[in-house]
């Protein structure tokens, strides 16, 4: 037995020891399940083992500003070097950067193109945040050299004395150590920051001592470069201190490679000014020798990590991912554990504080002003004249028949305003003259740091916020991972109109009177075009989370922050609706898909320009596929704005605290009026089987096959396009029969192009007393469901018909059967062709066939203009068919003859047939030779030319 006082005892020691193991790296000798491959591959791991986490953070620890080391000074004339270096980049006297010298700074392999064709080149543009990350990895290198490679004693404390340590492996040159210790020399005398003689000595001889570090040759001991051990150092998360991810390990990779390809560019440009040779030559010589992914130097294995790391990463699934309870209700991340009704209660919250600020605080609580709405006002988002935004628009007279100077007016005519805000409460030669008090900002941000950059009024580039369909709209194109691709991102919001209307007024009212403030104190001043501002500059980073954790606290929820919060819409959108937004995308080789008139058709081919071309440099219809019919990128943006609010409840959460329209308008109606998708919820696989079963009125009725079920279950969870490829006989009339029969549902079209399916369908409809009509030209009839054949599906007169009913919201969606026709009758059925007009149409298409091979589908894709359709397909193998191959011989008359003989031999002598109610179906191979053929056999004929008649 354990006596207490022994137990007592040996808790503390156990949890010592405990955090001692911690504190320790260990490798991949428990078991082969922990192994990490790319640290293995790297060796890393190996180089790393053993070491105390603790010292490993030291080693590559900054020292603090107020330090008065010499390890301090090298850090500050580092940061000093660097910074120049990247001015030296930009346009100005000092510029030396080119656009060759960036490309060939960014060649890493000699094989890549010489035109620099497919060159990344070195980008000098980068955020102050990431400039300053990147050249603190270059301080931590520093640090790192000076105590463990450099340092009189080991730095690490092996675990045991046969441990073996970085110090021992890490092998500098005899030139590194000699100019380290003149860099030293020259921090260590206090003079450099008084002459300038030191400083510049101090600055060349610490370039010459990093290209001595990079360019060492490591061969096959690559540990034994200390910018290689420094890098292994980085493998371990500071915070968890844990391995870190391959995605932030290749983060600062690229931050290394970015500092050394910019002290290649110094070093060359310098030597140039110095008359040492063209700055293109140099930086050409040093990365042939250095910076290639095949060279035995410390960049060319940093390289070579990268490349790994790239691979690794884009299999990598984040472990940092929201969740869901059962119920779906609460969603947890990290420690933050949210209730959807807690989101409510903070939007609430802030929109009363929002509003108490507004009208209270910022229009004095001035009563009897109006109100701006989005629905009474106009916008013009293509004007781009510097300094116009909505309120100058024609059709907006009312904002400049004193509106905008409401407030000024406000003031003047209170007594107590007037003393808060004037001096003496009387106006001076030259206006006012206000208090210095008066002279404050004010603002409340929305979104993360990419909203940062919206702007009310035009600058050089329009403003991101306009008016559209009766709505606010946030429109920015900055992204954060701009500066990497050069590419802009379209990032579209439609406010709530709750939240919208604050906004206007603000615009309206606070705006005009915070620049006659500014004039006030800066004659000249102008007021910042960017609504997150404070004395002219845009709010910095981080801003909006701190505002989130205060508007948490006040509205006593769990604390939210931009990270934590960004996981957790991701789940929500993952979770709730995902069945239901759908995209309606550009088709690089869509041409005239959203023609629907032979005259439009004509006149938009005098265009010489593809779809795509006009959308994007005409229509401003970036992205979207349709762009004369359907504007995806705007609509796109409202759809999903739509969703989420009604998701949240935005409406009736605000309801209360809504000024303007006496009479509430219903926002379905609105909604309805502007063509919006309606979101539906999805049916469950047993609802729909139940359904079918009334339908049939057969309570033993099951699915004919796994495939079946899928279908429909995708079809009714709203996936915007779905294509079900199921044998004859395996039930894909009930894919449309069922949808229009269900509660709540729609209008169902259904293209058939075959005349001959047309009467048996017609028939099964009767006898399920199932709703429909046969759509004809000048139809305005609605039904469950619609026929209409392929010619009439694609006529301008149709199209009428359908947008009507998508503007009621009543399509619940186009279905076209026998859909593999728009591939195989494509060269001789012209009509087959121009029903993929439709594709035009704003809602669900599901495509049915039984024929349609794989070797067919990438066709198939193209010409219906489809986008990573959901596709269900079962297995063709039908045992119930077979061939008979029979071998004509010559001499027995004509071919036609002899298989006219032969389908009369199996009609009239053999069983194969039921005579009363089959048919035989000859296929020839032209026109002419059906005409003969049904002149032998006294029977009709059917062709391209002839149509439905008499089929």
């Not at 903070?346 to 004095?364: G, I, N, P, Q, T």
Request: glycine share 6%; aromatic share 8%; hydrophobic share 40%.
């Amino acid at each position: 037995m354990i006596s207490s006082a022994a137990k007592r005892r040996t808790s503390p020691q156990a949890e010592r020891d405990a955090t001692e193991d911690a504190n320790r790296v260990r490798g991949f000798d428990d078991h082969r399940s922990v192994v990490v491959p790319w640290l293995r591959e790297t060796g890393i791991v190996d180089h790393v083992r053993g070491l105390k986490k603790d010292e490993i953070r030291a080693a590559i620890t900054i020292p603090s500003p107020s330090d008065d080391s010499a390890l301090r000074r090298i850090i500050d004339a580092t940061d000093s070097m660097l910074r120049e270096a990247h001015r030296w980049c930009f346009d100005g006297p000092h510029c030396m950067l080119t656009w060759p010298c960036r490309a060939v700074l960014g060649r890493f392999q000699s094989s890549q193109n010489e035109s620099f064709g497919k060159i990344r080149p070195f980008d000098p543009y980068k955020e102050p945040g990431t400039l300053q990350t990147y050249i603190s990895l270059a301080h931590r290198a520093l640090a790192y050299f000076d105590r463990v490679v450099a340092g009189d004693e080991d730095f690490f404390s092996g675990e045991t004395e046969e441990s073996t340590k970085p110090e021992d492996i890490v092998q500098p040159s005899e030139e590194q150590l000699v100019a380290w210790k003149d860099i030293r020399i020259l921090a260590g005398c206090k003079p450099p920051a008084e002459q300038e003689a030191e400083k510049d000595r101090l600055k060349s001889r610490l370039i010459e001592f990093w290209v001595l570090l990079v360019c060492q040759t490591t061969g096959s001991r690559r540990y034994s470069s200390p910018l290689l051990s420094f890098c292994a150092m980085l493998s371990i998360k500071p915070s968890t201190q844990g391995w870190i991810g391959p995605g932030d390990f290749n983060s600062h990779l690229s931050g290394i490679i970015w500092v050394v390809q910019l002290l290649f560019f110094f070093d060359s440009a310098r030597k140039e000014k110095d008359g040492g040779g063209e700055t293109l030559a140099q930086v050409k010589q040093y990365c042939e020798r250095y910076l290639q992914q095949t060279v035995e130097t410390p960049m060319g294995e940093i390289l070579r990590w990268r490349l790994l790391l790239f691979r690794v990463s884009k299999d990598t699934v984040g472990d940092h991912e929201a969740f869901w309870d059962e119920s779906e209700q609460v969603l947890t991340y990290e420690d933050v554990e949210w209730h959807m009704d807690q989101i409510s209660t903070l939007l609430e919250s802030e929109y009363r504080d929002c509003r108490r600020l507004l009208y209270d605080d910022l229009l004095f609580g001035v009563t009897g002003i109006l109100h701006m709405h989005a629905w009474t006002l106009r916008d013009s988002a293509n004007v781009d004249t510097v300094g116009w935004d909505f309120t100058q628009h024609r059709d907006n007279g009312h904002l400049s028949m004193g509106v905008g100077m409401a407030l000024l007016t406000a003031i003047e005519r209170s007594d107590s305003i007037s003393r808060l805000f004037l001096v003496n409460a009387r106006q001076s030669s030259s206006g006012l003259a206000w208090r210095e008090s008066a002279l404050a900002t004010s603002g409340q941000p929305l979104r993360e740091s990419e909203f940062f950059a919206m702007t009310w009024r035009n600058t050089q580039r329009r403003r991101s916020i306009t008016l559209c369909h009766e709505r606010v709209v946030i429109h920015v194109r900055y992204h954060k991972g701009q500066q990497q691709t050069g590419r802009y991102k379209d990032n579209i919001r439609f406010l709530a109109q709750p939240i919208g209307d604050l906004l206007l007024d603000y615009i309206v009212y606070v705006m005009p009177l915070r620049q006659i403030f500014l004039r006030q104190q800066s004659p000249k001043a102008l007021l910042s075009p960017f609504l997150w501002e404070k004395n002219g500059k845009v709010w910095a980073d981080g801003q909006l989370s701190r505002y989130l954790g205060e508007a948490s606290a006040r509205a006593c929820v769990p604390r939210l922050h931009v990270s934590n919060w960004r996981q957790m819409t991701v789940a929500i959108v993952k979770t709730k609706f995902v069945s239901q937004i759908s995209v309606f995308e550009a088709n690089d080789q869509d041409e005239d898909a959203e023609e629907v008139d032979d005259n439009i058709r004509i006149m938009t081919r005098q265009r010489n320009h593809k779809t795509q071309t006009v959308n994007r440099a005409y229509a401003n219809q970036i992205g979207a596929a349709y762009g004369n019919v359907w504007d995806g990128l705007i609509r796109m943006g409202l759809r999903a704005s739509t969703l989420w609010q009604d998701f949240w409840g935005v409406e009736v959460t605000l309801k209360g605290q809504k000024r303007g329209r006496a009479k509430e308008e219903s926002w379905l109606a609105k909604r309805v009026a502007m063509g919006v998708y309606r979101p539906r919820k999805p049916w469950s696989a047993e609802a729909l089987l139940a359904g079918a079963k009334r339908l049939y009125g057969n309570d033993e009725l099951g699915w004919k096959s796994a495939e079946q079920e899928q279908a429909l279950t995708t079809i009714m969870s709203w996936t915007e396009q779905v294509v079900a490829i199921l044998p004859t006989g395996a039930g894909k009339s009930l894919l449309f029969m069922l949808p229009c029969t269900l509660p709540d549902a729609g209008v169902t079209v259904l293209v058939v192009p075959l005349v001959s399916l047309r009467g048996d369908l017609l028939r099964r409809l009767r006898e399920l007393r199932i709703d429909h009509i046969e759509w004809s030209s000048g139809e305005r009839r609605e039904s469950g469901l619609v026929l209409v054949t392929a010619e009439a599906a694609s006529t301008k007169d149709f199209m009428i018909y359908a947008q009507a009913l998508i503007a009621q919201q009543k399509l619940d969606r186009v279905v076209v059967d026998e859909c593999h026709l728009t591939v195989t009758a494509a060269s001789y059925r012209e009509s087959i062709v121009d029903v993929t007009l439709i594709r035009s149409l704003p809602t669900q298409f599901v495509y049915l066939t039984a024929t349609l091979p794989p070797s067919m589908y990438a066709e198939f894709e193209e010409r219906n203009y489809l986008l990573h359709p959901k596709v269900i397909r079962a297995s063709s193998n039908r045992p119930n068919l077979f061939y008979m191959v029979r071998e004509i011989k010559t001499g027995n008359g004509s071919l036609l003859e002899q298989a006219a003989a032969e389908a009369q031999d199996a009609w009239n002598r053999s069983n194969l047939f039921n005579i009363s109610q089959d048919k035989i179906i000859l296929y020839v191979r032209t026109r002419d030779e059906a005409i003969e053929l049904a002149s032998l056999l006294d029977c009709t004929v059917y062709t391209a030319r002839s149509g439905s008649a008499g089929r």
